[in-house]
């Protein structure tokens, strides 16, 4: 197994090495893959397959529990969101109740001083 290997060219390199002398190295694919990962992310590798593997899968379950954190979050703020549409709706609600108990008392009280008008217009005639 190849060690000391920190970057996809080194790794090439290495590889066309292993394929003059009629080998190859052990999971190539996989490692430049991992190489590439490890490039992008800015993480330095730690020279064996092994060890990047490992630092890979670190990285790989820190970026999915940001993930998951993020999701967390974002369902929070969803639910606050709908928490406080439903608190206008409900606000919304009881001013219509409001509203309606005020229709009905000023109706009521229309109605009673026609009724009072009327009576006493009557008395008058």
């Given at each position: 197994m190849a060690e000391g290997i920190t970057s996809i060219e080194e790794l090439k390199k290495a590889q066309a090495a292993?394929?003059?002398?009629g080998t190859?190295?052990?999971?190539?694919?996989?490692?430049a893959d991992i190489l590439a990962d490890?490039?992008?992310a800015g993480v330095q590798s730690t020279g064996t397959y092994a060890g990047d593997v490992k630092l890979h899968s670190q990285i790989i379950a820190q970026v999915q529990e940001?993930?998951?954190?993020?999701?967390e979050?974002?369902?929070?703020?969803?639910?606050q969101i709908q928490n406080n549409?439903?608190?206008?709706?409900d606000y919304k609600t009881s001013q219509d109740?409001?509203?309606?108990v005020k229709a009905?008392?000023?109706?009521?009280?229309?109605s009673m001083i026609m009724a009072d008008y009327m009576k006493y217009y009557h008395l008058l005639q």
């Open positions: 292993a394929q003059a002398a190859s190295i052990t999971n190539y694919e996989e490692w490890l490039d992008i940001m993930i998951e954190e993020a999701q979050i974002q369902a929070q703020e969803q639910q549409d439903f608190n206008k709706t109740k409001e509203q309606t009905n008392v000023v109706n009521a009280t229309s």
